[in-house]
């Protein structure tokens, strides 16, 4: 596995769909950041977050994507994550990650929760 | 230059009575609260632009010994110049009012005002480093708080990942699969950004490595490796140095410890470069270490549950396959006895393992005639029981076209030349009893003396004829004939009947062997048979043996 996170991002309509591919530290938590925020600015009103191809997050990680949780909540916007591993599922449950955002199994169980549009 | 003898922080009366101050601090933290996507040091500034009506605000922010810039409203300005050092009252430097930021005795930050529209600087410095201070102060406590709650996050996260490893490790059977597990988890829970995991092959197969971020170790590495058993290997300062006599790879701080059970090594975890919000490469830690080594402890607890269930699933798929061959290999003995008048016949083996190396069998043949014969595979085991097969084979093929017994003797010792492993020969009597005649003719390939023994009770030893079978390439063999009148019998076996021991290590010996056949002459065939197995079992008395055990009784009856 690499070390470093790939992210890509594809707008549905005012939802943002992002892809991770790696491990979520630093540097993969602070690529999602930038362009969590960049879709914020650009009017997202929902972040959908699928996380299947990402097997480990740290505590850096950790407390950047609740960082970009904050950001979400101050715009009224909602983030959701999907795709994670038991392990991951876990991991956000116990650092409160959960508690304002919301898990689904699958993108497409995540995307229909937030309203996305095709 | 102090502004007034008033000492910061202090609010005189005057002040806070006076008209519109309510005012003031209602607008200060409306400006305050509002726009809170905006830094706080950004929001303090403009709150004191606003309530101090001046042109310009800093505010610089204290993190331990360090002062750092949070926000200048004029950064596109000239730089402003910083006193010799942050006042601890309130100042006026170089054109800015220099207001501490106080709270509980404590200073949180500084404020510099430029272009003050206000007539009292001096209460306004004291009611701005008392709101202000209290603002950075609280939010500094906040700050502390969430950190502590996710530090206690952080630590319960690892308490449960220990319980989650333990009880998915503890069904986890693929080695693969588990090293994935624990290492993703150590580089998780330790903030690392790179880590690797190695374990020892098995059965001559290469070491199976696993890494995030690349090697820190090449697998091979895995045969230096000195880090005795219990301990970690801490190297904060200076990772390019052998840790554990290993040179890890591309890193600057590594953490690692040996996967091990009592007294054996079976791998390898190593983490490197500890991360930081702020990028840094951080020290591991004690606790890194204590973490680090519960999961290697799991790790090989783990890998030595697989390993054994991995041999006790070999274990019992062969005990599956031996009883299989068994089953095979019982077939191949003779079901029924032959009806030939006045010839009694018995015959039985008794293998030390489920498959043995000997083999009787028995062929009813023209004339009324009779051929019989006992083997002895060199070795034990399934190469033993294969040979077996092979004999059996051969014999029954070719015992119809072979003119003599000579003849197939010699068939059956090609046919082994040919197709059977070097080392590998047997010892065989082959026997044909002329009823008829009273006459028993013989070849015996390297076997041990068949017993004859008279009604009499004299006792003939029928001595090899020829060499075993299978051991040298032209071998040669000579068929004797013996008389076998009626009250006569005939008594041939393996090795492992004779050498049978005792717990003395004493043989059961020939002797033995005669004097229980002379004993038993008028018994049965069977009785005789059954009779001495028995005797042999009493000597040997429940000690193991190591050889099969096979008899045949050929007897006229008198």
Redesign the interface.
């Known amino acids: 596995?690499?070390?470093t996170c790939k992210v890509s991002v594809e707008r549905r309509g005012d939802v943002a769909v992002f892809w991770t591919d790696g491990?979520i530290?630093?540097q993969g938590g602070e690529e999602i950041a930038k362009e969590a925020y960049s879709e914020l600015d650009r009017g997202a009103r929902a972040l959908v977050m699928n996380l299947e191809k990402t097997?480990?997050?740290?505590?850096?990680g950790i407390?950047?994507l609740?960082e970009v949780l904050e950001?979400v909540m101050?715009r009224k916007a909602v983030l959701a994550f999907c795709g994670l591993t038991p392990?991951i599922d876990?991991?956000f449950r116990?650092?409160?990650l959960a508690q304002y955002a919301a898990i689904y199994s699958t993108e497409s169980e995540a995307l229909q929760a937030v309203g996305a549009s095709a | 230059m102090p502004i007034s003898p008033t000492r910061s922080g202090a609010v005189s009366e005057a002040t806070l009575r006076g008209p519109g101050v309510f005012d003031e601090l209602a607008k200060t933290f409306a400006i305050l609260r509002r726009e809170t996507e905006k830094p706080l040091p950004a929001r303090i500034a403009e709150a004191a632009l606003v309530v101090a009506g001046a042109r310009r605000a800093a505010v610089y922010l204290r993190d331990g010994d360090r002062w750092l810039l949070g926000f200048d409203s004029g950064k596109d300005g000239a730089p402003i110049e910083l006193p010799e050092s942050f006042p601890a009252s309130a100042i006026v430097h170089a054109g800015f009012l220099w207001v501490p930021l106080d709270a509980e005795g404590e200073t949180h930050g500084c404020l510099a005002l430029e272009g003050l529209g206000h007539e009292e600087p001096e209460e306004l410095a004291a009611a701005l480093g008392l709101i202000f201070g209290s603002v950075l102060a609280a939010s500094r406590l906040s700050r502390l708080v969430k950190d502590a709650e996710f530090e206690i996050k952080a630590r319960l996260l690892e308490l449960e990942s220990l319980y989650d490893l333990g009880l998915s490790l503890s069904g986890q059977l693929d080695i693969s699969a588990l090293a994935d597990e624990v290492l993703y988890r150590s580089i998780s829970l330790t903030d690392a950004r790179k880590g690797t995991l190695i374990v020892f092959g098995e059965r001559g197969a290469g070491p199976l490595a696993r890494s995030v971020g690349g090697d820190l170790l090449p697998p091979q590495a895995i045969w230096s490796w000195d880090l005795p058993e219990g301990e970690v290997a801490i190297n904060n300062d200076a990772a390019h140095v052998p840790t554990a006599g290993v040179r890890l790879s591309d890193c600057q701080k590594c953490l690692a410890v040996s996967i091990a059970v009592p007294g054996r090594r079976l791998g390898v975890l190593a983490v490197a470069d500890k991360e930081s919000r702020d990028g840094r490469v951080l020290d591991f830690t004690p606790g890194d270490a204590r973490l680090l080594s519960l999961f290697a402890n799991q790790a090989a607890a783990a890998i030595e549950t697989t390993r054994l269930h991995r041999e006790a699933i070999e274990k019992e798929r062969i005990e599956r396959e031996l009883e299989l061959a068994a089953a095979i290999q019982r077939q191949l003995l003779p079901r029924e006895l032959p009806h030939i008048p006045g010839v009694e016949l018995a015959g039985s083996t008794l293998p030390t393992r489920q498959v043995g190396g000997d083999y009787f069998d028995w062929f009813p043949l023209s004339g009324g005639r009779l051929g019989f014969v006992v083997a002895d595979v060199s070795g034990k085991g399934i190469p033993a029981a294969l040979l077996v097969s092979t004999v059996h084979a051969a014999i029954h093929l070719q015992i119809d076209a072979s003119e003599t017994i000579v003849d197939l003797v010699s068939r059956i010792d090609r046919h082994l030349q040919r197709f059977s492993p070097a080392h590998k020969f047997l010892t065989l009597f082959f026997g044909l009893l002329e009823p008829a005649a009273d006459l028993l003719r013989y070849v015996s390939a390297g076997h041990n003396p068949a017993l004859l023994a008279r009604r009499g009770g004299a006792i003939d030893r029928l001595s090899a004829t020829g060499v075993p079978l299978g051991l040298l390439p032209h071998g040669s063999w000579r068929e004797e004939t013996v008389e076998l009148g009626r009250g006569d019998l005939l008594c041939v076996y393996t090795d492992g009947f004779t050498e049978a021991t005792n717990s003395d290590e004493e043989e059961f010996g020939l002797e033995r062997l005669e004097q229980g056949v002379r004993s038993r002459l008028v018994l049965p065939a069977r009785e005789i048979s059954d009779a001495l197995y028995g005797e042999v079992a009493a000597f040997a008395a429940g000690i193991p043996q190591y050889d099969d055990q096979t008899l045949l009784i050929v007897r006229r009856e008198a």
Not at chain 1, 55 to 60: L, M
């Open positions: 596995m690499s070390e491990y530290n630093n097997r480990i997050v740290n505590s850096i407390s950047i609740i950001k101050e392990t876990k991991t116990i650092m409160g």
